[in-house]
């Protein structure tokens, strides 16, 4: 039943994104490419915040050349930004612990440790 919940909301999103489009007249030459864009998205939570107290400041180049500009502020965000690891993994160990009468109790411990 989930499966095909995410079937229905993955081809309404599909629609959805069917009838976004960009404007001919907003692409103009020497807008905002690749480059870019990847600078906007590693600058996006600075930015974001600036845009709340100053109208002039926005978190997104209009007009920019398309899905190029759209792909470099994705890597900026994801990549190198927001969304980049912060040098933490998980680590996973098996202590074996004594119980007060004598059995013994199984448990895993979990922490994150910095690189």
């Known amino acids: ?26 692409v103009v030459a020497g807008s905002p490419g690749i480059l870019r864009g990847m600078w906007d998205g590693v600058i996006f939570p600075f930015a974001w915040l600036v ?16 899905g190029w500009y759209d792909f470099g502020y994705f890597l900026g965000i994801v990549v190198f930004g927001v969304g980049a690891r912060g040098g933490t993994r998980v680590v ?6 004594r119980a007060p009468r004598g059995g013994v109790v199984e448990g895993r411990i979990i922490r994150e440790e910095e690189e």
């Open 51 to 66: 845009s709340l107290f100053v109208p002039e400041v926005a978190v997104y180049a209009v007009p920019n050349n398309g």
């Open 92 to 97: 996973y160990r098996t202590r074996t612990v």
């Open 1 to 26: 039943m989930t499966r095909l919940r995410s079937l229905y909301a993955l081809a309404a999103l599909l629609a959805l994104s069917a009838c976004a489009r960009q404007m001919t007249g907003a």
